[in-house]
């Protein structure tokens, strides 16, 4: 069982350029997210999925898109890369949305935009 | 505004027992959890906390107070592998995790 996989590791991106970063779990969970997560602060929300179908923005979801055609996947889209968005990218899925779901985390995308 | 506070960083040593605490201030409280963090790895699932009292799962507990907006992480009998960052969070009433940024543990032989 795989868990969770995200694609690429790590990528260096120009800035203004176009980049999709690829989730995808297999344990059938209903709700999945997308974080950010940078030196001395917490993990940020950006955008979140509660079952496949829809999607919601969280804290910082500017600059960022998602869809959720089918259960397994949740690509991320930074459609103009800038510098700010620098980060380590997590997903991450649950089972459901009630609050004793236990988030599940991926490896990690490890992101630099110069 | 929603905050939740953390140490940056601890130093323990190898054997002994460290606690680590988080306050939060959030819109609704429906759960914490702590979550253990390797570097360069992905967070992973400690512990659940909704209720007041002190769970405990072998080596680590913890604990959580609604009235006073206060948990903490008890871990005993440090081992080395257990240098990594601890996170807590609260499920708010919205149904979102809002994290804090995490303690740094450092275990010294």
């Known amino acids: 069982i795989a868990g969770i996989t995200q694609a690429p590791t790590s990528q260096i991106l120009a800035a203004g350029r176009r980049m999709t970063l690829r989730c995808t779990q297999d344990m059938r969970h209903n709700a999945m997210y997308w974080y950010r997560q940078d030196l001395g602060l917490g993990l940020r929300l950006i955008h979140y999925?509660?079952?496949?179908?829809?999607?919601g923005k969280g804290e910082v979801p500017d600059g960022y898109s998602v869809s959720r055609a089918n259960t397994d996947d949740f690509p991320l889209t930074l459609a103009s890369a800038v510098p700010s968005q620098t980060s380590v990218y997590f997903c991450?899925?649950?089972?459901?949305?009630?609050?004793?779901?236990?988030?599940?985390f991926g490896p990690g995308t490890r992101l630099t935009v110069l | 505004g929603q905050n939740i506070d953390q140490p940056t960083e601890m130093t323990a040593t190898e054997g002994a027992i460290v606690q680590i605490n988080c306050t939060y201030q959030t819109s609704g409280f429906n759960g914490l959890f702590w979550y253990q963090q390797h570097a360069g790895e992905a967070p992973t699932f400690l512990s659940y906390n909704v209720l007041d009292g002190l769970e405990e799962k072998g080596r680590f507990s913890s604990f959580l107070s609604r009235s006073k907006g206060y948990s903490y992480l008890l871990l005993k009998e440090l081992q080395m592998k257990d240098s990594a960052s601890y996170l807590c969070a609260v499920f708010d009433s919205n149904y979102q995790l809002i994290w804090g940024a995490g303690t740094k543990l450092i275990i010294k032989p």
């Open positions: 991450a899925s649950s089972p459901g949305i009630a609050s004793t779901d236990t988030q599940y």
């Open positions: 999925s509660n079952t496949a179908g829809t999607t």
